[in-house]
């Protein structure tokens, strides 16, 4: 199982950017997918995160600005942010809870982390 997080980069503040995450490989369901992200010196925390039926949770710190949404059929889980902060630098990662095998218990996988920057 392979999670691949793409759409990071640079923006400036009040602006917008997409980040997509995709989990491929031998994958019978996945339950919740989420997005975390680490600052420089700061431990990881929740951004968001979405169950497969549907239902979302969203940060204090983002409500409002960023959302939460997968296609199921694509095994995809995506973050829109908007009105970026300078505060919202910092590495983010996917993470989906994964059963391969009918049955079997969920596994949490990660992705590699992608960057981003808001620029004052």
């Known amino acids: 199982v392979q999670v691949v997080e793409s759409g990071g980069g640079l923006a400036q503040a009040g602006g917008s950017l997409r980040l997509s995450c995709e989990a491929s490989?031998?994958?019978?369901?996945?339950?919740?997918m989420g997005w975390y992200r680490q600052a420089p010196g700061k431990q990881r925390e929740l951004v968001a995160v979405?169950?497969?039926?549907?239902?979302?949770e969203h940060a204090d710190s983002v409500k409002g600005r960023f959302t939460i949404s997968r296609d199921n059929a694509k095994n995809t889980v995506y973050l829109q942010m908007n009105s970026l902060k300078p505060e919202d630098t910092a590495v983010y990662y996917c993470?989906?809870?994964?059963?391969?095998?009918?049955?079997?218990?969920?596994?949490?996988?990660w992705g590699q982390g992608t960057q981003v920057t808001v620029s004052p």
């Open positions: 490989g031998s994958i019978v369901s996945i339950n919740a």
């Open positions: 993470n989906a809870d994964i059963a391969r095998y009918y049955r079997g218990s969920l596994i949490s996988y």
């Open positions: 979405i169950m497969s039926g549907g239902s979302t």
